[in-house]
């Protein structure tokens, strides 16, 4: 009977020593996860693989982008003297000898063209 | 005339840097004649460029048209029907009086003794270019003249 008691009380020792120790892990094994799960979440986050792919996408939109403001571009420059006082600087008029003239006539340069109507 | 010709403008004669100056060239007999006293005669009415850009844009037609005073005088009309503004009658009336042709000879000839015998040429301050230019070649010689 006493050995049936002590045996009884081993194994209730056994199982209280195992219960604290399992305890004891579980308790390790919530400390490291926490250290795991940033480790798992940096190589997420490193995988700065979503950054090339935007990187990507950026590359991808720019060339249509980029077009298009290159033709905007000379459209800017051409525009640009356009605000200056178009109708008092584009008369028609005439030289003395009678040859029609468009444009300011004291400009600095005098264009004259040449040509036939064929 | 139709490409690089409207970019001057904008570039220089708008800004009122330049001014253009235009000086018939007789090089395509009677075609040539015509077309020169319609440009001639819409500038009467101070419509010359606008019968200007017409010439140019319709050369085509001209060229498509019979070498006759009567077929170029009923063209010139119809150009002239596609200016706002132009007193078509009295264009009409210009036109076939030649009003404008012994004008118009007389500086062909006078051009000629200068060496003007082709077209396009131009002169900016009195610097010559010969045939068509690019925008790049006429702004190089503006620019340069307006140094």
New interface residues.
């Given amino acids: 009977m006493i050995a049936a008691k002590e045996l009884t009380m081993k194994k209730t020792f056994l199982l209280i020593i195992f219960l604290l120790m399992s305890a004891a892990c579980a308790g390790m094994t919530d400390a490291p996860l926490p250290t795991l799960a940033p480790t798992l979440e940096s190589p997420r986050a490193t995988p700065a693989v979503i950054p090339p792919i935007a990187v990507t996408l950026t590359t991808q939109a720019a060339p249509p982008t980029a077009a298009p403001q290159n033709t905007q571009a000379p459209t800017a420059v051409a525009a640009a003297p356009t605000p200056k006082p178009e109708s008092k600087n584009l008369g028609q008029g005439a030289t003395p000898e009678g040859f029609f003239t468009l444009g300011d006539a004291n400009a600095k340069v005098t264009v004259i063209d040449y040509s036939d109507f064929l | 005339?139709l490409t690089v010709?409207p970019?001057?403008?904008?570039?220089?004669?708008?800004?009122?840097?330049?001014?253009?100056?235009?000086?018939?060239?007789?090089?395509?007999g009677e075609?040539?004649a015509r077309?020169?006293e319609?440009?001639?005669c819409a500038?009467r009415q101070?419509k010359?460029?606008e019968m200007?850009r017409i010439?140019?844009e319709k050369?085509d037609d001209?060229?498509a048209t019979a070498s006759n005073g009567a077929a170029l005088i009923a063209l010139a009309k119809n150009y002239a029907s596609k200016i706002q503004g132009l007193d078509q009658n009295a264009f009409a009336q210009c036109m076939e009086s030649r009003a404008t042709l012994k004008?118009i000879q007389a500086?062909d000839a006078e051009?000629r003794g200068r060496g003007?015998t082709s077209?396009?040429?131009?002169?900016?301050?009195g610097k010559r270019l010969f045939g068509v230019q690019s925008l790049d070649v006429?702004s190089a010689a503006?620019d340069a003249?307006?140094k």
């Fill in positions: 005339v010709e970019q001057v403008i904008e570039k220089y004669v708008k800004t009122g840097r330049a001014k253009l100056v235009f000086r018939d060239v007789l090089n395509h075609r040539s077309m020169s319609a440009a001639a500038g101070g010359f460029w200007h010439l140019f050369q001209t060229y004008a500086a051009q003007i077209q396009p040429i131009f002169e900016i301050n006429m503006i003249a307006l």
